[in-house]
């Protein structure tokens, strides 16, 4: 590759498993150029997706030509290439083709030596891409602090980067016709938008998944803010969790109830996709209460079996994270992110789940022994017991860079990217979208010394802006005021 190539090969976020640019001129994106797209689908089901596609990223009308084929490239993967006569596009499914327009509009220039563009350029290259992972997951919160089109801009992010899943925590967001005091009233968004999002994830190629907590983090509020979305507006609620309010009474037959109706209203909102997140992390002081004190593992067992059961019934898998099924005075987790103890006797619990629970395995450090990478063994411990395995990193560069490749090494069943809050500011949003797309989709990229990511990262982000139609200064970037950037600062 020429070293200026990368120049052209790197714009494109997550990097292609294989890219190369060739000699010959620009193809021009305007009215009337013509893309051929190879592909299993019809016609009839790709040419008002295609067209609105080229609409919104370049404002122009191609002459598009389909041809049967594309049943070698997986899925989601496809082959791209461009020349100055044509661009040719080959995939097996949608959002195949539709990761190829992404890669497109990416690597696309706006026309060069005039005031004002009137058309885009695509380099000549030859691409052949697919992701090493079939789950590629970012988990996103929704806080009363988090605006709806925040949110939205981070759906469309994630689906940007061609990660396939994104699961939404509303941290006390969503009102829920079961339950319309089960949110912050003054903040409460609607059903009506949640649908909206759902449904524009979907027509992005990215599936919106539930988060709802079962277990700990009964609050739907951070730890330390001290605050507790139910109880804080309606006390008499408190016989639901056990005496600190941080985690649901379990063994209380109207909490079971109450969490069953906010869980499956929540999934049919969320068009009953195939995986819904029970949480579970954190339930610091479980089986605290009088109720719950005596043999409480098999509480917890009956419990989370009965979540499983209901979430079969609907066709969806439970995902859990991992962190209360291990006990944290095991030598074998030391220096692993392990919340379980053996005073609550929950260290043997993972035995009795079904082998088709999701473990989201979050570790957040960078554990180097003699200069070697962790070894990350409570993941490959899940993994020997017969669970699928979603690695769980956060903001150590170096650990989303570890798991990714070990996720692809050990055939683990894809990532889960966490963000919390720290999604502001496009240093962090260069981790948790730039290099964890990376490390989902191509985990042995090497990023380029002298090339500056984030500023890729900002001109995609004001792609997303003009998609979302944003008119307002604190819509626009990765932070809403540049100067003291407020609520979320370090």
């Given amino acids: 590759m020429n070293s200026k190539d990368k120049f052209v090969t790197s714009r494109v976020?997550?990097?292609?498993?294989?890219?190369?640019?060739?000699?010959?001129?620009?193809?021009?994106?305007?009215?009337?150029?013509?893309?051929?797209?190879?592909s299993p689908l019809a016609e009839t089901t790709l040419s008002a997706i295609l067209q609105d596609t080229c609409n919104a990223y370049w404002k122009v009308k191609p002459s598009f030509s389909f041809?049967?084929?594309?049943?070698?490239?997986?899925?989601?993967?496809?082959?791209?290439?461009?020349?100055?006569?044509?661009?040719?596009?080959?995939a097996s499914d949608l959002n195949g083709i539709r990761n190829a327009f992404k890669t497109m509009r990416q690597l696309a220039e706006?026309?060069?030596?005039?005031?004002?563009?009137?058309?885009?350029l695509l380099p000549h290259v030859a691409v052949e891409d697919e992701p090493a992972l079939a789950f590629r997951g970012i988990h996103l919160c929704w806080f009363p602090e988090t605006t709806i089109w925040e949110i939205e801009k981070n759906i469309r992010m994630a689906a940007y980067y061609k990660f396939n899943y994104a699961v939404i925590e509303s941290w006390g967001m969503i009102r829920l016709d079961s339950h319309p005091e089960y949110c912050w009233d003054e903040f409460a968004v609607d059903k009506a938008e949640v649908s909206r999002l759902v449904k524009l994830a979907a027509s992005l190629g990215l599936t919106l998944i539930p988060q709802l907590n079962l277990f700990g983090h009964a609050t739907s509020s951070r730890c330390g803010a001290g605050k507790h979305m139910l109880l804080n507006q309606h006390p008499e609620y408190a016989p639901l969790f056990e005496p600190d309010g941080w985690t649901w009474c379990i063994a209380n037959p109207c909490a079971r109830k109450y969490l069953s109706e906010l869980a499956t209203e929540l999934h049919d909102l969320f068009d009953r996709p195939a995986y819904f997140h029970i949480g579970c992390d954190e339930a610091y002081n479980a089986g605290s209460c009088s109720l719950c004190r005596e043999n409480y593992p098999e509480k917890l067992k009956s419990h989370l079996?009965?979540?499983?059961?209901?979430?079969a019934e609907r066709g969806a898998r439970v995902m859990m994270w991992h962190d209360m099924l291990l006990n944290r005075d095991d030598p074998r987790w030391n220096g692993y992110i392990v919340c379980g103890h053996s005073e609550n006797g929950l260290g043997e619990l993972y035995k009795e789940l079904p082998k088709d629970v999701v473990i989201c395995d979050w570790q957040y450090g960078?554990?180097?022994?003699?200069?070697?990478?962790?070894?990350w063994p409570t993941s490959h411990f899940f993994q020997q017991e017969g669970f699928d395995v979603l690695v769980c990193p956060w903001l150590e560069r170096r650990g989303v860079n570890s798991l990714g490749r070990l996720a692809k090494q050990a055939k683990f069943f894809g990532m889960l990217e966490t963000t919390w809050h720290w999604y502001r500011a496009s240093h962090r949003m260069e981790t948790l979208f730039v290099f964890s797309a990376n490390a989902a989709w191509h985990p042995d990229w090497v990023p380029e010394?002298?090339?500056?990511?984030?500023?890729?990262?900002?001109r995609h982000l004001r792609e997303i802006d003009l998609d979302m139609?944003?008119?307002?200064?604190?819509?626009?970037?990765?932070?809403?005021?540049q100067i003291n950037p407020t609520p979320y600062q370090d």
Avoid at 16 to 33: H, N, Q, V, W, Y
Avoid at 110 to 120: A, Q
Avoid at 305 to 311: A, E, P, V
């Fill in 13 to 38: 976020i997550p990097a292609p498993s294989r890219i190369e640019c060739t000699s010959g001129g620009m193809f021009k994106l305007a009215d009337g150029c013509p893309i051929t797209v190879i």
């Fill in 67 to 90: 041809q049967s084929g594309g049943d070698g490239v997986v899925e989601d993967g496809y082959w791209l290439k461009v020349t100055a006569e044509n661009c040719e596009i080959v």
């Fill in 110 to 120: 706006s026309e060069r030596g005039v005031l004002k563009s009137t058309c885009w």
């Fill in 305 to 311: 079996l009965y979540f499983h059961s209901l979430f």
């Fill in 366 to 375: 960078y554990q180097e022994k003699d200069g070697k990478e962790p070894d």
């Fill in 449 to 458: 010394n002298d090339v500056v990511y984030r500023e890729y990262l900002n």
């Fill in 469 to 481: 139609g944003s008119k307002k200064y604190i819509q626009f970037g990765s932070v809403q005021y």
